[in-house]
């Protein structure tokens, strides 16, 4: 039964109307003393579904006071196995996330949060339960209809965690004039070998059922109906001038047990066909620990293409300042600390034809994020000399017990190249990569940014350190314009384990 504060909140209407009248329609006021922001367990009686659907709603701390203002919606999906209340339960708090952010200076949405079953927002393709047709046709214009909406694509976007990542996908992608703005968190997806190799039970209790191909196994798995949903089939050259009206946000966590390989190849189908997306890789799993830092930069990216708020810019750079470091005039720099702690640690830093503000800033970062001294920074010039040489050549002269490399762009191709054993410690940035030795145990850490070159070889490294069991941090940040900047972000949040 419909819950009676929800009647003094939506005491608006009980017919539907098209979306594209909204905007001229008043809407009678809410009662302030009867009004409750978080309204939980509403129901859609569907006619589509042949069911009831509940949703909740955090409205705006001005809707009762400000009846003359309409806001931008935000749809909020939750994962598999949850409800409707989920994103505000034990583990998630949106609630107070946007409360946070709203009192920063993030413009005020109305957030839904409608119970998707265990659907994957998508129609079944024996249409026996058509969840996507009931989202657009019949919530979408409840919920403009019922509240003070801007009701248009302009002011309309989506986000959701794993399952509710891929319907964030799969409803903009089906339907890009009715969002302007996209962040699947956490897009619980799978490459298409993924899919060919999962157990028969698993395929056929949540794949099968609803993309087609149930009791099916390998290739007859990736059904036509479900290549016309999964965002890795979907972001093709043909579908680019459509899926580009949407502003995409992606992001996962490193430590994902399956789910990293398809949002990885996702990120490399998107850069392969030219589409402007956002794509992190952050520390983490399948958990709220990824989810929710998420949502302070998902949310005010969505005030700033609905509200144009200024909280967050895509050309917000960070302040920093390079040290000062002066190489030899073969690029090379052997630091005080190397030479003085002969029986420490060297670090190795292989480097081909950076710029010289490239160089300066990486080694101004590594000073600035291990301040002890403890170490040596040895930058090495690969065009000049192989690895191997510079190595032989400084080791001759101060050994070192231990050896770590952080390799930068074509200067990680020779370090990967070499026995894993050569190395305590493997550091890339924006690696190119041809033979890559990685084995059991072994420590990896390696980074770049959303624009980087070299995105299909970070992609590999992934790969290669997940299926040989080597221990690894991966990250992928934001791009700014400078490209020394590039660098810092990159190698700032892997930097801190310099340590020994």
Same mark, same amino acid.
């Given at each position: 039964m419909m819950k009676s504060r929800i009647v003094c909140l939506l005491m608006c209407t009980a017919l539907l109307v098209s979306c594209g009248c909204e905007k001229q329609r008043d809407l009678p006021p809410v009662d302030p003393s009867a009004f409750q922001r978080y309204s939980q367990d509403n129901i859609l009686d569907s006619k589509v579904l042949g069911t009831t659907v509940k949703y909740s709603v955090y409205f705006p701390e001005s809707y009762a006071t400000h009846p003359e203002k309409r806001y931008p919606v935000v749809y909020m999906l939750h994962g598999y196995g949850d409800d409707n209340n989920s994103w505000n339960g034990s583990w998630l708090h949106a609630n107070n996330k946007i409360d946070y952010l709203t009192e920063k200076g993030m413009g005020e949405m109305i957030y839904v949060f409608p119970q998707g079953f265990k659907t994957y927002y998508c129609n079944r393709s024996d249409k026996t339960f058509s969840y996507m047709d009931m989202f657009v046709n019949e919530l979408i214009p409840l919920i403009d209809s019922s509240l003070r909406t801007l009701p248009d694509k302009q002011h309309r976007a989506v986000t959701g965690y794993s399952m509710g990542g891929f319907g964030a996908a799969a409803l903009p992608e089906k339907h890009p004039e009715l969002f302007i703005a996209s962040a699947p968190l956490s897009m619980s997806v799978r490459t298409d070998w993924q899919y060919m190799e999962e157990s028969q039970?698993?395929?056929?209790? =949540?794949?099968?059922?609803? $993309?087609?191909? $149930?009791? =099916?196994?390998? @290739?007859?798995?990736?059904?036509?109906? *479900?290549?016309?949903?999964?965002? +890795?089939? /979907? $972001?093709?050259?043909?579908?680019? @001038?459509?899926?580009?009206?949407?502003?995409? *946000? $992606?992001?996962?966590?490193?430590?994902? #047990?399956?789910?990293?390989?398809?949002?990885? @190849?996702?990120?490399?189908?998107?850069? !392969?066909n030219g589409y402007a997306h956002s794509y992190r890789v952050v520390d983490g799993g399948h958990s709220s620990s990824?989810? %929710?830092?998420?949502?302070?930069?998902?949310?005010? %990216?969505?005030?700033?293409? %609905?509200?144009?708020?200024? +909280?967050?810019?895509?050309?917000? #750079?960070p302040a920093f300042t390079p040290g000062s470091v002066e190489t030899e005039q073969d690029g090379s720099y052997l630091s005080p600390a190397y030479k003085e702690k002969g029986d420490g640690t060297a670090v190795f830093i292989a480097h081909k034809n950076l710029s010289r503000e490239d160089l300066q800033t990486l080694m101004a970062v590594c000073k600035d994020q291990s301040s002890t001294a403890a170490y040596a920074l040895l930058p090495c010039n690969t065009a000049q000399k192989s690895l191997q040489e510079w190595m032989q050549e400084w080791e001759a002269k101060y050994p070192h017990q231990k050896k770590y490399i952080l390799g930068?762009? #074509?200067?990680?191709?020779?370090?990967?190249?070499?026995?894993?054993?050569?190395?305590?410690?493997? /550091?890339?940035?924006?690696?190119?990569?041809?033979?890559?030795?990685?084995?059991?145990?072994? #420590?990896? *850490?390696?980074?770049?940014?959303? =624009?980087?070159?070299?995105?299909? !070889? %970070?992609?590999?490294? /992934?790969?290669?350190c997940k299926q040989n069991e080597a221990a690894f941090e991966y990250r992928v940040v934001r791009s700014y314009k400078n490209a020394s900047l590039n660098l810092y972000n990159s190698m700032k949040s892997i930097i801190s384990y310099l340590t020994y």
């Open positions: 039970d698993g395929w056929n209790s =949540q794949w099968g059922k609803i $993309f087609g191909g $149930f009791g =099916q196994s390998g @290739e007859a798995r990736i059904t036509d109906y *479900y290549k016309q949903h999964c965002p +890795l089939h /979907y $972001f093709n050259a043909q579908n680019k @001038e459509t899926l580009s009206t949407v502003h995409w *946000y $992606f992001i996962c966590g490193d430590n994902e #047990e399956n789910l990293l390989y398809a949002n990885d @190849e996702l990120h490399c189908i998107l850069r !392969d990824v989810w %929710m830092p998420a949502l302070d930069e998902v949310l005010p %990216m969505f005030d700033y293409y %609905m509200n144009g708020g200024n +909280l967050w810019s895509p050309d917000e #750079e930068v762009e #074509e200067g990680a191709r020779e370090a990967l190249s070499l026995p894993s054993a050569t190395f305590s410690r493997s /550091y890339y940035l924006n690696p190119a990569v041809g033979t890559i030795q990685v084995t059991s145990g072994q #420590e990896v *850490y390696f980074a770049g940014t959303e =624009q980087d070159n070299h995105y299909r !070889d %970070m992609d590999k490294l /992934y790969i290669a």
